[in-house]
């Protein structure tokens, strides 16, 4: 998709999930190949969908991604120091619909593996360390809501906060720059409804979600996005939907929920496109 118009530049269904884009190159996870285990990756051309490479099936990965009850396996990309790496985790368990004391508890099996690719090479290398879970983690408030772990950006050390105190609510940034505190941001104080607060991926934005008074009794979210670093804020939108992972671009919001990806303005101070992606529910069947 053209983020800017929201036009359709080419679809595909030789690749399954996009990975990560370097210049005009896709990282994409390809349809798993039938009777064979592993990871197939390929590179797209982000112009035109045309799979330039395909690296050789890698991994152990039995599954696929999106798998139902009683497994979770996922795969992400990401680049440290101007080189791409990707990773895949698989957790699988029994699952039994009926509660038996007497039995011992299912063992949990784990699976991973991680290799460096090179997108223009089209070289795959597996390597043996363990990169750590870079999502952030998140803590409950004793008094409510929730905050996140510390973040670092820029010499900035920030916590992104839903407060609840004396029945009122507060979604804050706060910082620290080296052992001095730096003023707290409030990035909005709902009326009431679901809030959400969220860092984006490249940790330099906090996003405050908070029920927009002018929708109700169909409310949508007022979006306020602040600077991790300075706290000024970049930008506000009205959403149907908050962002459940996001990024900031040339004025533009990108942000995923879990069943869209959606495009905001903030010069517009509205949603722009929103488009469908895969159904990742389950939707087989339950023990009895």
Known sequence: ????????????????????ARGHRLLALLPQVPGTQGWRLGVL?????????????????????????????????FSVQGRDYVVWRSR????????????????????????????FRGTLIPVSEEMPDRSLKIQVNPEGGYHTEPFDV???TAVASTDHESGKVQLVLRRTRDAAA?????????????????????????????????TV??????????????????????????????VVWNGLLLYFFPDSV????????????????????YHGPYPP
């Not at 696929?64 to 009683?70: C, N, P």
Request: one cysteine or more.
């Open 262 to 281: 959606h495009v905001g303005s903030f010069s517009a101070g509205k949603e722009l496109f929103a488009w469908p992606v895969k159904d990742l529910r």
């Open 92 to 119: 699988r368990t029994h699952v039994s619909g009926a509660y038996m004391p007497q039995r011992q508890p299912e063992p949990v099996y784990r699976d991973s593996g991680m290799a460096e690719v090179d997108l």
């Open 1 to 20: 998709m053209d983020a800017r118009t929201g036009a359709v530049l080419w679809r595909t269904n030789k690749a399954a999930f996009p990975l990560l």
């Open 154 to 156: 820029d010499g900035v």
């Open 45 to 77: 051309d982000v112009r035109s969908g045309v799979i330039l490479s395909k690296f050789p099936i890698w991994g152990g990965g039995g599954g696929a991604v999106g798998d139902g009850l009683g497994s979770s396996t996922g795969m992400e990309a």
């Open 217 to 246: 009794p169909r409310y949508h979210y007022g979006v306020v996005v602040h600077s991790t670093v300075t706290g000024e804020r970049v930008g506000r939108l009205v959403s149907a939907a908050w962002p459940a992972a996001f």
């Open 182 to 214: 730096l003023p707290d941001v409030v990035l909005c104080e709902p009326p009431g409804g679901s809030v959400g607060v969220q860092v984006s991926a490249d940790r330099r934005y906090v996003a405050g979600s908070c029920p927009d008074p002018a």
